[in-house]
């Protein structure tokens, strides 16, 4: 096992001590990507940015962050889980600084872009160490905790972002979140033992991830961009240039990810799949509802918030219960449920209307938070479960990626959606009947592609499961 406790390696106290460790990490990256959203009119004003700056303040750190993901896993196999893990928090917390130092934008979004790195190299590691500390019969649990605490960064952060900026300035944001990254590195440094890797020294895919950088940078930003001409353009070479890092990585001896995970265990493909997907169709929810509720029923920002934080705090609660739930149940069974009852939310919100009651809006999102708290941990220790010690660092920054993939493709749909009915122009009173149009619209496609995902999550749980080595067995158990 590569990650143990200083103190004792089969001791429960210590692994619970690590467990905090990696949970107030997996608090921070969510946070730092979505607290800043709320701070970006004061930072606009402060270094007079353009709109389009304004954006890449936040775009720069998703962006950056599904890009690396997957190479900085491999190399936490190849390296060391816990050393890429703790350059990560340390990476974090100087890159933090550094944005409360900037005294420019340029500056300003090369340190964004650091911090995603690093925050890159602690999403993708997390799980990883969860898996490596825990016993399969505390696993769930470990990993619902785990997260819960990224339903809670994502929940918490635009009510701690608000505060933090009207208090004490944009700038506290980056401060305390330096503070928490560093608090956290010399708290992993303390207890945990940093290991080398248990497989022999194996050389570095440096042109399979510089491929893949290149691939997945083109990909995202051109989704980020849709439906621009430019955007489909770019977005189409990126896909190419995935297919083709799939097919190199095929014939790589040591690939910087590998394919025969997707393509022969059954488990782990489906179970990405499934998390591709699950994203790809509930990211956008709050943004359209938060259009729907300021524009079309008139709420304030703060009230309309306050109602969408049903959803994430729902998410939160069931999740550390399913997470647990999945030690004694099969996951993909729990996870299809979770999977089921999304499908029932956004039935619910296809018949969205001028006049639609709050109770009718607040039971959709009960079923949406519900559902997506039963699937996300069972789906998460599924996936985990399903290979070999070595390839840990690999598998949860999969698990990552897929969720910020599935993000993209979910904005791109929805967005491509409302500029094919109202087109560049702002939401107003004269266009509202369009904007209500684009609603059934986007939920329908979104409904379709779940029940794929349903099918998806149904088709792991049916024998043969095959591994990655190609021979058919049950997933691997640590």
């Known amino acids: 096992m590569e990650v143990i406790g200083k103190r004792s390696e089969e001791g429960g106290q210590n692994r619970n001590l690590i467990l905090a460790v990696v949970v107030v990490s997996s608090f921070i990256t969510p946070f730092l990507g979505s ?56 990476i974090v917390s100087v890159s933090s600084f550094l944005c409360a130092w900037s ?30 500390v825990f016993p399969p019969n505390q696993r769930g649990k470990a990993i619902g905790i785990n997260v819960t605490a990224v339903y809670l960064g994502l929940s918490l952060a635009p009510l701690l972002g608000g505060f933090l900026t009207q208090s004490l300035g944009w700038k506290s944001i980056f401060w305390i ?25 194996e050389p570095f895919d440096m042109r399979g991830a510089l491929l893949y950088v290149v691939a997945m940078s083109l990909f995202m930003f051109g989704l980020s961009r849709l439906p621009d001409f430019s955007a489909i353009i770019l977005t189409l070479i990126g896909g190419i240039l995935l297919l083709a890092f799939g097919w190199i990585e095929l014939r790589t001896a040591s690939p910087v990810f590998n394919m025969h995970l997707l393509l022969k265990n059954r ?48 998410m ?25 009852v999304i499908t029932a939310g956004l039935v619910l919100l ?27 941990s069972p789906n998460t220790n599924a996936i985990m479960s399903s290979v070999d010690k070595p390839q840990l660092g690999t598998a949860s920054a999969t698990v990552a990626t897929m969720r910020l993939t599935g993000q993209m493709v979910s904005m791109a749909l929805a967005t491509l959606v409302i500029h094919i009915y109202i087109g560049q122009a702002q939401i107003t009173p004269q266009n509202h009947d369009l904007f209500l149009k684009t609603i059934p619209v986007i939920f329908g496609i979104f409904i379709s592609l779940n029940l794929v995902g349903i099918w998806a999550s149904l088709a792991r749980n049916s024998p043969p499961s095959i591994s990655f080595s190609g021979s058919a067995e049950s997933p691997p158990k640590h």
């Open 35 to 90: 607290s800043v959203n709320i701070a970006l009119p004061v930072m606009g004003q402060y270094f007079s940015m353009t709109a389009v700056q304004l954006s890449w303040v936040a775009m720069s750190f998703l962006l950056s962050s599904a890009v690396f993901l997957v190479p900085l896993g491999r190399l936490a196999d190849l390296v060391g889980r816990v050393k890429i893990f703790v350059y990560g928090t340390l």
């Open 177 to 201: 979140s330096g503070g928490l990254g560093l608090l956290v590195g010399l708290t992993a440094l303390m207890l945990l033992r940093i290991r080398t890797a248990e497989r022999g020294p």
């Open 103 to 132: 005294v420019t934008t340029e500056l300003l979004i090369a340190s964004r872009v650091l911090q995603s790195i690093g925050s890159a190299m602690m999403f993708g590691t997390n799980m990883a160490i969860i898996t490596s």
């Open 350 to 376: 296809l018949f969205l209307k001028e006049d639609t009651s709050t109770v009718y809006l607040i039971t959709s999102l009960f079923l949406m938070g519900t559902g997506f708290g039963l699937f996300s």
């Open 267 to 314: 488990v782990f493909g489906l179970s990405n799949l499934a998390a591709l997907i699950n994203y790809a169709t509930t990211f956008a929810v709050t943004f359209i509802l938060s259009l729907y509720l300021q524009y079309i029923i008139g709420l304030s920002p703060r009230d309309a918030g306050m109602l969408l934080v049903v959803q994430p705090g729902l």
């Open 316 to 340: 939160a609660i069931v999740a550390s219960f399913s997470g647990k739930l999945s030690d004694r149940i099969q996951p993909g069974r729990i996870a299809s449920a979770g999977m089921v």
